[in-house]
C-alpha cells in the first residue's frame, strides 16, 4: 500500500502508552503490538512513597498514581510544587494546559520544526487520525509551529531545538505524553524494522489528565 499518510484513517498513528497505574493496565500495555511499559525515570527519580513492586523490574518498581489522594484542577499545583523543574519549563507546562483548555482537549497535533511543513501529507480529507488500543479518533492539528505559539503566548524566544528537549523531560516527568508522527508509530509501521532515527516534523502531544485529579504536591523530593 504506497502513498498512505500519517494520519490517515488507513494508517493512524498509535498513541505512546500513557496513565498505566493499577498492575493490570501495566500488563496490558506491555504484551499489546508486542509493546512495553514505558516507564517515566524522572517522575521515578524524584518521588517517593509512591511505588509498587514492578514484577518485570523488581529492583525499580513503578509509580503508583492510585496511591495519591484525589484532588480537583490540581496540574498548575503539581507544576509550580515540583523543584526539579526550569522556571522555563513550569511555564510551558501551563501554557499548554491553558491550550488544551482553549480547545477542549487533552489532546492535540503540533508542528514541532522550524522547517515549512506541507500538513496536506499528513492525516486525510477528514482529519488526522489516531489510535489508543482498538480505539481510533480524530483530533485537531495545530498548523502553526509550537515553539511560535509558546514563544507569542510567554513573550519570550525559544528555538525549536530546545523546546524538543524540554519536551522529552516533561515527558519523562508524565505531565505530557508525546508521540513522534513518524512511520514507526504508525499502524503499517509500527510491527516492521524500521529506521529509529526517523525525524518527527509533527508530534501527538497529550495531557496526562491524572495529572490534574491527583495531587503531588508532598510527593516530590527535595532538590539537593
Not at 32 to 46: A, D
Not at 156 to 170: A, G, H, P, V
Amino acid at each position: 500500500m504506497k502513498n498512505v499518510n500519517l494520519g490517515s484513517a488507513k494508517n493512524p498513528i498509535i498513541l505512546k502508552n500513557k496513565h498505566q497505574d493499577i498492575e493490570s493496565e501495566k500488563y496490558y500495555a506491555r504484551h499489546k503490538n508486542g509493546e512495553m511499559y514505558i516507564h517515566r525515570p524522572l517522575l521515578q527519580m524524584h518521588t517517593i512513597n509512591n511505588h509498587e513492586l514492578d514484577k518485570n523490574d523488581p529492583e525499580s518498581g513503578t509509580f503508583a498514581f492510585h496511591k495519591l489522594r484525589d484532588d480537583q484542577d490540581c496540574f498548575t499545583k503539581n507544576v509550580i510544587s515540583n523543584p526539579h523543574l526550569q522556571p522555563l519549563e513550569a511555564k510551558i507546562l501551563l501554557a499548554l494546559n491553558e491550550f488544551f483548555q482553549a480547545h477542549w482537549s487533552y489532546e492535540m497535533v503540533y508542528i514541532c520544526s522550524s522547517n515549512i511543513i506541507n500538513l496536506d501529507n499528513f492525516g486525510d480529507d477528514e482529519g488526522f487520525w489516531i489510535a489508543e488500543g482498538s480505539t481510533e479518533s480524530l483530533v485537531e492539528v495545530n498548523d502553526v509551529p509550537l515553539y511560535k505559539l509558546l514563544g507569542k503566548s510567554l513573550n519570550t524566544s525559544i528555538s525549536n531545538e530546545k523546546l524538543n528537549k524540554i519536551l522529552i523531560r516533561l515527558d519523562s516527568f508524565h505531565y505530557i505524553s508525546v508521540t513522534p508522527v513518524t512511520f514507526e508509530n504508525s499502524k503499517l509501521g509500527i510491527s516492521k524494522k524500521h529506521n529509529k532515527n526517523q525525524r518527527a516534523y509533527l508530534k501527538i502531544i497529550q495531557i496526562n489528565e491524572l495529572m490534574d485529579s491527583k495531587n503531588l504536591e508532598n510527593t516530590w523530593l527535595i532538590k539537593s
